[in-house]
T-cell receptor
Framework: DAKTTQPNSMESNEEEPVHLPCNHS???????IHWYRQLPSQGPEYVIH???SNVNNRMASLAIAEDRKSSTLILHRATLRDAAVYYC??????????FGTGTRLKVLA | DAGVTQSPTHLIKTRGQQVTLRCSPK?????VSWYQQALGQGPQFIFQYYEEEERQRGNFPDRFSGHQFPNYSSELNVNALLLGDSALYLCASSLRREAFFGQGTRLTVV
């Protein structure tokens, strides 16, 4: 199972952009890159996913490196509600998600 | 759409007992996966059901078993509970590259 590496924690000021990095050097050609976030005492929430091209949705943007060995989740304007643990996950299409410890994002008012 | 619903939300059991957790997937989702999340850790994949059969399994002992019904709802059964089974148990239903998670069942084994 392909694995990802993320920093344990990051901090951001409110209303500033946040770039959350993820390394996945063993990614295979058919693996999709997914991002989920989890607030305390809640289940993980889908944020965004992509394969090769950069992706945007109402929540965030996903920038994927050309060699696909790394990606960055971009929150354009962090709010206090964005404070959560963010997980970067590779999926080969089987929905068997291998979670790491994720990045705990702290947003400062 | 109610999303993924799990029951009960909280449960306390004694060592050696058996427990059944339930999951109703998001409407139209035919694949259900179960995860165990210990405190401070990321979720760990237990197994996955599709068309009423176990399709994939993580590194969990046979004490963990499951079932999927014709309406796609699912149950997770754990026998001979150990203190280490205390965790948040998450159910996820999937369709078209997106998985939706329920709020989980908090199981405490005493």
């Amino acid at each position: 199972d392909a694995k990802t590496t993320q920093p344990n924690s990051m901090e951001s000021n409110e209303e500033e952009p946040v770039h959350l990095p993820c390394n996945h050097s063993t990614i295979s050609g058919t693996d999709y890159i997914h991002w989920y976030r989890q607030l305390p005492s809640q289940g993980p929430e889908y944020v965004i996913h992509g394969l090769t091209s950069n992706v945007n949705n109402r929540m965030a943007s996903l920038a994927i490196a050309e060699d696909r060995k790394s990606s960055t989740l971009i929150l354009h304007r962090a709010t206090l509600r964005d404070a959560a643990v963010y997980y970067c996950i590779l999926d080969s299409g089987t929905y068997k998600y291998i979670f790491g410890t994720g990045t705990r994002l702290k947003v400062l008012a | 759409d109610a999303g993924v619903t799990q029951s009960p939300t909280h449960l306390i059991k004694t060592r050696g007992q058996q427990v059944t957790l339930r999951c109703s997937p998001k409407s139209g989702h035919d694949t259900v996966s179960w995860y165990q999340q210990a405190l401070g850790q990321g979720p760990q994949f237990i197994f996955q059901y599709y068309e009423e059969e176990e399709r994939q399994r993580g590194n969990f002992p046979d004490r963990f078993s499951g079932h999927q019904f014709p309406n796609y709802s699912s149950e997770l059964n754990v026998n001979a509970l150990l203190l280490g089974d205390s965790a948040l148990y998450l159910c996820a239903s999937s369709l078209r590259r997106e998985a939706f998670f329920g709020q989980g069942t908090r199981l405490t084994v005493v």
